[in-house]
Every structure is written in C-alpha cells, then in structure tokens.
C-alpha cells in the first residue's frame, strides 16, 4: 500500500495562494490515478481535481480555472496549486491514490 503525506496547508486571506503537496511513498508513476478531495465540517466529502500518470487533469466546477494539478515524477510528489482563493475553499484537503487516502492538511481561508 502507498503511504502519502500531505502538506503546505495554512491560513490565507482571500484572494491568496497556496500550493499543497502530496509525497507518495513509491514512484507516483505507478499509481494511474491521484485525485485531490476536501471536506469541510457539515460538507459532504468534493472530488477536488484528479490526475493520471501521464498528465491528463479534471477539475470540478468549484475549483475550475484556479487550481491546477502537477505532478513531479522525480519526487514522488503531486501538487495542488489554489490560486485565487475564496472563503468557501475552506476544507480539509486530502490526496488520494493507489486505494490510499492521506491524512489531510488544513487550508483556511479568511475574509
């Protein structure tokens, strides 16, 4: 089972920037599929954005044109770059993949 490990959560003031980080525990090349979720208290769980091995990227309406997946094939690591942020992006972010869920990182941010 592929361990990951979130990262770059923090507070923020709308309008502001963030970039997570999602460190796989093997090559991320061999995990097909990695998607991004969030959940916030009293949310249902959102299907965020999600990638393949080889580049191909959806996004939900929500997030559409603002946040970008990348991914860094040296590094085991996946991004996910928020730009142009808003209150209502207020979760708990996860990375999924290979039937693994990390553990989350906390992006708030503020009015």
């Known amino acids: 089972q592929v361990q990951l490990v979130e990262s770059g959560g923090g507070l923020v003031q709308a309008g502001g920037s963030l970039r997570l980080s999602c460190a796989a525990s093997?090559?991320?090349?061999?995990?097909?599929?990695i998607a991004w979720h969030r959940q916030a208290p009293g949310n249902q769980r959102e299907l965020v954005a999600s990638?393949?091995?080889?580049?191909?990227?959806n996004y939900a309406a929500s997030v559409k044109g603002r946040f970008t997946v990348s991914r860094d094939n040296a590094k085991n690591t996946v991004y996910l770059q928020m730009n142009s942020l808003k209150p209502e992006d207020t979760a708990v972010y996860y990375c999924?993949?290979?039937?693994?869920w990390g553990q989350g990182t906390q992006v708030t941010v503020s009015s």
């Open positions: 999924t993949g290979g039937a693994s």
């Open positions: 093997r090559s991320i090349f061999s995990i097909n599929y």
């Open positions: 990638s393949t091995r080889y580049g191909d990227a």
